[in-house]
Nanobody, 124 residues
Framework: QVQLVESGGGLVQAGGSLRLSCAAS????????MGWFRQAPGKEREFVAA????????YYADSVKDRFTISRDNAKNTVYLQMASLKPEDTAVYYC?????????????????WGQGTQVTVSS
């Protein structure tokens, strides 16, 4: 089991930026992907970005491509989500997640462990 703790959320004006962090602990040797998902009130949880834990592969939702960047620091067991050019529609609770599966990086059902979430609010 992997324990995940998100931080870095907050209130930002449209066009601004935020950097989210996810600190991981536990059985990371089984982790293949780390991902970020988000969920707005009344909406389904949606994929944002994912990164291979060992390697360079990254994946992004079309809605955030060219604005968000996912990265990792394996020495610190931490994954980051750098968010730029934020829009009000980016407002959501952001969750990081860990997957032991080698496929399904954009599918929340393929992730085994989840953090508690951090709120990101973008004002117009």
């Amino acid at each position: 089991q992997v324990q995940l703790v998100e931080s870095g959320g907050g209130l930002v004006q449209a066009g601004g930026s935020l950097r989210l962090s996810c600190a991981a602990s536990g059985r990371l040797f089984s982790t293949y992907y780390m991902g970020w998902f988000r969920q707005a009130p009344g909406k389904e949880r949606e994929f944002v970005a994912a990164i291979k834990w060992s390697g360079s592969n990254t994946y992004y939702a079309d809605s955030v491509k060219d604005r968000f960047t996912i990265s990792r620091d394996n020495a610190k067991n931490t994954v980051y989500l750098q968010m730029a050019s934020l829009k009000p529609e980016d407002t959501a609770v952001y969750y990081c997640a860990a997957a032991t599966y080698v496929t399904g990086w954009n599918n929340p059902n393929r992730y085994n462990s989840w953090g508690q979430g951090t709120q990101v609010t973008v004002s117009s």
